[in-house]
Each structure stands twice: as structure tokens, then as C-alpha cells.
């Protein structure tokens, strides 16, 4: 189970690369670079990637490799919990659009 969930980490890894890009690409086809949910979106964006890429995933691979007590399991789930808050986040911004042109 646990190689499967770190298997799933690595493929959101490629989902949370392809998304941001056709997020820019969209956002500069229809002219709204300099819109301020865009900026803050893209910023919460990069600090679910940083930490999937240098906390979250590395101890996924600690756990599998080296059983511990349980304390590196319960920082993983506080630090998933804190990477599933950015993305929900980023994804009501994407719906409210606060500071909107229109």
C-alpha cells in the first residue's frame, strides 16, 4: 500500500508541473498575467511543489525504506494535510477570482 501511495506522490508530482503551465499559458492567452489572483495562484502553486518535492516525497521514500516509530508518519501527514490546503486554496482563487477584471 505504502509503495502504492508513493507511486500516486510521484505522479501528482507530473500533474502539479503540467498544471501550473497551462494555467500561465491560459492566462496569458486571455490577457490576465497582471491580475493579482493569477500572481498569488501561481506563488501558492510553487510552495505545494517545493514542498512535495523536497519534504514530502523524500520522506515517503525514508518511511518505506527505513520503519521508524511513527513520528516521521505523522510529520508526512501534517505536511500532505498543508499541501492538500495550498491546492484548495489555488483551486477556489481559480473559481472566485478575487480582484477580477471582470
Same mark, same amino acid.
Given at each position: 500500500?505504502?509503495?502504492?501511495?508513493?507511486?500516486?506522490?510521484?505522479?501528482? #508530482?507530473?500533474?502539479? @508541473?503540467?498544471?501550473?503551465?497551462? =494555467?500561465?499559458?491560459? /492566462?496569458?492567452?486571455?490577457?490576465? +498575467?497582471? *491580475? @493579482?489572483?493569477?500572481?498569488? #495562484? !501561481?506563488?501558492?502553486?510553487?510552495?505545494?511543489?517545493?514542498?512535495?518535492?523536497?519534504? @514530502?516525497?523524500? %520522506?515517503? $521514500? *525514508?518511511?518505506?525504506? *527505513?520503519?521508524?516509530? =511513527?513520528?516521521?508518519?505523522? $510529520?508526512? #501527514? !501534517?505536511? /500532505?494535510?498543508?499541501?492538500?490546503? %495550498?491546492?484548495?486554496?489555488?483551486?477556489? +482563487?481559480? @473559481?472566485? $477570482?478575487?480582484?477580477?477584471?471582470?
Amino acid at each position: 500500500m505504502a509503495v502504492a501511495l508513493l507511486r500516486i506522490t510521484r505522479g501528482y #508530482s507530473l500533474f502539479g @508541473i503540467v498544471v501550473p503551465v497551462v =494555467g500561465i499559458v491560459l /492566462a496569458l492567452v486571455q490577457g490576465r +498575467m497582471g *491580475e @493579482i489572483w493569477i500572481t498569488v #495562484s !501561481m506563488v501558492l502553486t510553487a510552495a505545494a511543489g517545493v514542498l512535495l518535492a523536497l519534504w @514530502i516525497y523524500p %520522506l515517503q $521514500r *525514508e518511511a518505506l525504506a *527505513e520503519p521508524d516509530d =511513527g513520528a516521521r508518519l505523522r $510529520r508526512l #501527514s !501534517m505536511l /500532505a494535510g498543508i499541501y492538500n490546503l %495550498l491546492w484548495a486554496v489555488v483551486v477556489v +482563487m481559480m @473559481i472566485v $477570482r478575487p480582484g477580477a477584471d471582470g
